[in-house]
């Protein structure tokens, strides 16, 4: 299905910039949410060039009422037919060692996945009237297993995980569709702040690639690459020592 009226949050940079380009075209409406209102700027002339009609608002997630009243209007003007929530940031183990800090962690969930519902409550009752369109939520392989490193990052990415399989289950009778996506590794600011390995490791554009193709194709779920993401889902039917010992290879700080 091609879509027609698309938001996408987290748009100023990253994955969010890469699919708000790939999905950029003639007759195609984007409104783009960012905190970054200059780098915002920069994705919307990107898909500008390519024909579409791309709207910003420079808003934080995690401000719920400001995103639900500026969502509303965006989406009193021209219904959407499709809404990615994709703002995120990274946190953990701090590059001077040490565990991660509450600011930290309150920083990462309310992002990650409050924001994520501070997105989708308030269009979800539209999309149900209208009998369709489609949600996709962009969690991430980190979700599949607690990693040492990163665990409010995890936390966040599982809960958004759930919270996608939830509403997919409760949506699928009222027409609405929802997409549930699990990337792996893919070349941004964030991932290079992650010291450690990076396997398998794509571009921001292949990344964002795929992940489209899985959204236009009404897939439920996408784990790119899959050879990253199903085995990390398979540690859970292991032993708990066994898999938090699998689990302690994959060690890294976060650049500050």
């Known amino acids: 299905m091609k879509h027609r009226s698309i938001l996408v949050t987290g748009a100023s940079r990253g994955l969010g910039a890469a699919l708000a380009r790939r999905f950029a075209g003639p007759g195609v409406r984007l409104r783009l949410v960012a905190r ?9 002339a990107a898909c500008a060039a390519r024909g579409a009609l791309a709207e910003t608002a420079a808003l934080d997630v995690r401000d719920a009422a400001p995103l639900a009243a500026q969502l509303l209007a965006w989406d009193d003007a021209a219904p959407f037919d499709l809404a990615i929530a994709n703002a995120g940031v990274t946190g953990g183990t701090p590059s001077g060692g040490g565990l991660e800090d509450w600011a930290g962690a309150d920083r990462v969930l309310g992002v990650n996945l409050l924001g994520a519902v501070n997105t989708m409550a308030p ?6 009237a209208r009998r ?3 949600l996709a939520f962009i969690a991430s392989v980190a979700g599949f297993r607690g990693l040492p490193d ?3 990052y995890c936390a966040s990415k599982a809960g958004l995980w759930a919270y996608g399989e939830s ?3 409760r ?12 990337p792996g590794f893919f070349a941004s600011d964030m991932s290079r702040r992650f010291s450690g390995r990076h396997p398998f490791e794509l571009s921001a554009e292949a990344m964002a690639e795929r992940l489209v193709q899985a959204i236009e194709a009404g897939r439920g779920r996408a784990i790119v690459p899959r050879r990253m993401g199903w085995p990390l889902r398979l540690l859970e039917l292991l032993p708990a020592r066994w898999a938090d010992g ?8 976060i650049a500050d």
Do not use: K, N, Q
Request: hydrophobic share 50%; aromatic share 6%.
């Open 123 to 128: 269009l979800l009752p539209r999309f149900v």
């Open 36 to 44: 970054d209102a200059a780098a915002l700027a920069a994705t919307a």
């Open 167 to 169: 509403l997919r289950a």
């Open 246 to 253: 699998a689990t302690r290879r994959f060690r890294f700080t």
């Open 150 to 152: 990163s665990p409010a």
């Open 132 to 134: 369709g369109g489609r």
């Open 171 to 182: 949506l699928a009778p009222e027409g609405v569709g929802v997409t549930v996506c699990a």
